[in-house]
């Protein structure tokens, strides 16, 4: 298994790491990584693996395995690929991250100014947006700006815990999303609070206080259906 240290402290940029294997793709799976793989609507991360004889293999993508108990840094095609048993060295593209994180938080707090049921949504760098079942809406950007604006000005801590499979299983409540179900099958699933306005199910990587998501504003909103509504987000 791919120790996910993303997890656990999504500003850390760097890690050293041994290659546990590469794929017949030209995946390269490591022991460990910072790099957060692509899901629940976040891309993902791209940086560049060191190797100790000083090359550089950059990476442009990051995936789960076909079990999901690994993780695949995905590398420019033709890069010359460490060995099996390898020691190396994973480095962010921290800007982008930073930017992905900022959007995602910014996502958790969209869902609380509207508090609809979540039929998808996407990350970008520096926008996102989700999608929201809405019988009337009725929806003014301007508003839904000034609203969200509001929450970001709390400068509110950003938190993660843990609870059950069982537990989520009987608190139902707490899942907004309709398309994208919380990780699971580790028998755990990690919960994200932010202080006083909003706790929800995730696995992606958020800012440590809503006050690093800076300037936002709601950008567009777009009908898809009789009951769906797209609201897109960018950070200013």
């Avoid at 993902?44 to 190797?51: E, M, T």
């Avoid at 995602?104 to 990350?123: D, E, F, K, Q, R």
């Avoid at 970001?152 to 801590?157: G, L, T, W, Y």
Wanted: proline share 7%; with cysteine; net charge neutral.
């Amino acid at each position: 298994m791919t120790d996910l240290l993303f997890r656990d402290d999504a500003y850390r940029r760097d890690c050293d790491a041994t290659v546990v294997a590469v794929t017949p793709e030209g995946g390269i799976v490591l022991d460990r990584t910072v790099f957060y793989a692509q899901g629940g609507g976040q891309p993902g991360d791209g940086g560049r693996i060191l190797r100790r004889d000083g090359s550089v293999v950059p990476i442009v993508n990051t995936a789960y395995g076909p079990d999901r108990s690994t993780v695949v840094h995905l590398p420019v095609p033709g890069s010359a690929l460490p060995g099996a048993g390898e020691p190396v060295r994973a480095e962010l593209d921290w800007e982008k991250r930073f930017n992905r994180m900022r959007v995602h938080t910014a996502l958790h707090l969209l869902s609380v100014v509207l508090p609809y049921p979540v039929s998808g949504g996407a990350i970008g760098d520096g926008d996102g947006r989700l999608d929201f079942d809405i019988p009337d809406a009725g929806l003014d950007k301007a508003e839904l700006t000034g609203r969200l604006r509001e929450l970001v000005a709390r400068d509110a801590p950003v938190s993660e815990s843990w609870i059950t499979d069982a537990e989520l299983d009987a608190n139902p409540g707490l899942v907004k999303t309709m398309s994208v179900k919380p990780p699971r099958g580790s028998g755990r699933v990690r919960l994200v609070s932010i202080a006083g306005i909003d706790l929800q199910p995730c696995g992606g990587t958020h800012v440590a206080r809503t006050g690093e998501i800076g300037p936002v504003a709601v950008t567009d909103i777009e009908k898809k259906g009789k009951q769906n509504r797209r609201v897109r987000i960018r950070l200013g």
